[in-house]
């Protein structure tokens, strides 16, 4: 062989070589490209979709300083369970309560309630009284303002039990007073602490009656009184995020709202527990019974325990399913909407489940709340009608939905035991917004186009079918700058922190009055039978 | 070391065969771990919230500790990334494929379909104790086996017995 053709054949080799190396670097150029083009129509998509909208606002800023501020003396009339935890908003657990979810969080590492209650900000607050008329209940709120296991260490203070609220009103050294009685001592409490001059933080439902409505929202609004009704959904960061997208007009003309409650246990239906210590010794039966329209003696004490530790059962002391939960996903959607106070209310229902045949182990004494509701709320002048339905039979998770020509918004709802929910925004396949995008196929109406999921800061016009799962479950929190936070410790901060610097909390007396007004609506027509009229001028109900 | 057994080689057929296996393994993987990066809300944490069997103690620590969950994240999205560059391009193949394959073991592992297992996050198919991830590590297993990337592949420059 010549030199030449040696020489020619180690060049062919070489090259075979080189090609041989390289022969798959084209399919990886293949990828790049196809990645890049991917990413360009994901990047179209979400510029033709909501995320940017959303994106460039950062969660509700709730952060105030509160440090150099003036420490504020709080007291709570009716400590129960829900009088409990807003306690621990304000920074005071209980030892029984603070032992039990240490060991929880020992077994349970993904138990953060221990983690979460001692890494809320200290309130610079003081529990200086507790006034319940059940004394064990009592001494569990002493034992709070006691407790030294909570954000800040040691409290400054600790509190004194008062037999009435009166008494707890006369100490002039209460700035502010959480009351979470039942709902039929709502008014005269909140009515006596405003013309005391302390400000109010008042669980939901605001009042039990129209009137009460009426002369709350006067007392506040005369003593200039700081007034948070509880409401926490107002500081859940999916609520404001779905007003941005309201307020944009991406879902288009919405003429029609549904919201749900779907329970199905004796406990969602207010059978809670009676304590074995509850007798006519410990608990202050007349007091109780005061502003009730109806009164029963003590007698053998059956009735009256029931109504007492199961109040939510009866009209009496409470409105069931419109105070306790309507009331939530009105002012949830309130908060997004503004719809404020209906112009009329129809409302039926029965009660077709939780009877003594039904359930002879649990039930004493008939309720005479209904299990299953319904309500339709007329707003002619902005073309609504919001739908409530309720049943405490059946836990189907039906969610609530705010449906636009344009696009639908599915949110999971406050009714499943007051759990965080995402929302998943969908378009409507004959949208008139939305027809070039379907046309071309930008948008799938098959597929949501915007979905957020709390807590993964799933802002993303482009997401898995696993976050679109996680985000309709809800299964995780509210968060602000990545830390899990309860939102009933940031509605209590709210509060004290408008009562510091004089301006108006997320769910101050006007939207608490619509809230007040339209539950009064839907309570009033199903008692009457008929449907219900807002007379706004003389501020009364025809 | 493994070497290509040279009747391998002389068969195109056989060859090519593995060859187009191991470019769609790593473009898979390629894929998958680009997908992640990119994406500045994705976390492994859903994931191993799902977690069942032998490993759902191990996926709770790691989902209740910050610092685990983003040492987790970053394996998995550098890790599935390198994985498949690797597999793509025929280069350090060898320790792509074995790399590679643990990481599916352990997601079998994590979440294996085995009988009376129920999972929250939706299938895209029906398993009973052999599903993708099973076969997707076999067939790494294979590739380290036959590694073509010495014939194919930039391997081929670190290899004498070519």
Redesign the interface.
Known sequence: MSKKAKSSKNTNLERR?LI??????P??GV?LVN?WRK?KRDATKKANLLSDLVQEKSAPNVVRSVSNSRHLNIGIIGYGGRGGHLVRGAGFATKGWTDTVYKNAQK???D?QFDTFMSQEDLNCSLVGVCDLFDNNAELGINASQNEIRPGGMPKNTATRYRTHEELLANDNIDAVIIATPDHWHAQITIDAAKAGKHVYCEKGMTRTFDEAIKVYDAVKETGITFQLGHQNRQVEANEKARQIYEQGLLGPVNLVELTTNRNSPWGAWYWGIHPDGNNKTIDWERFQQPSPNKLPWGNGKEALERFFRWRCWFDYGTGLSGDLLSHDFDTINQIMDIGIPKYVTSSGGIYHYTKENYPDIIGYDRDVPDVWNATFEYPERDLTLLYSASLSSSNPRGNRIMGHDATMQMGGQSGGGSIHGFVVTADELSTQYKDRLDSGIINPNYPIYTYSPG?????GVTS???R??AQ?G?LYTYREGKRVDPTHLHVKDWLDSIRDGSQPRCNIDVGFHEAVACAMATESYLKGRRIEWDPVNRKLI | MTILHSSIKENDFQFYGLVVLRVLIGWHFLYEGISKLINPYWSSAAYLLDSKWIFSGLAKTIVSNPTLLTISDNVNMWGLTLVGASLLLGLFTKYGSLTGMVFICLYYLFAPPLLGLEYSRPGEGSYLIVNKNLIEACALWVLYCFPTSQVIGLDRFFNDSK
């Not at chain 1, 041989?20 to 670097?25: H, M, S």
């Not at chain 1, 993964?456 to 993303?460: A, C, N, T, Y």
């Open positions: 070589d041989k190396g390289l022969a798959t670097v399919v990886a990828f990645l990413m349970n590492k993904l953060k993964s800061k799933q802002i993303d079918a696993t976050s799962y996680f479950k299964l």
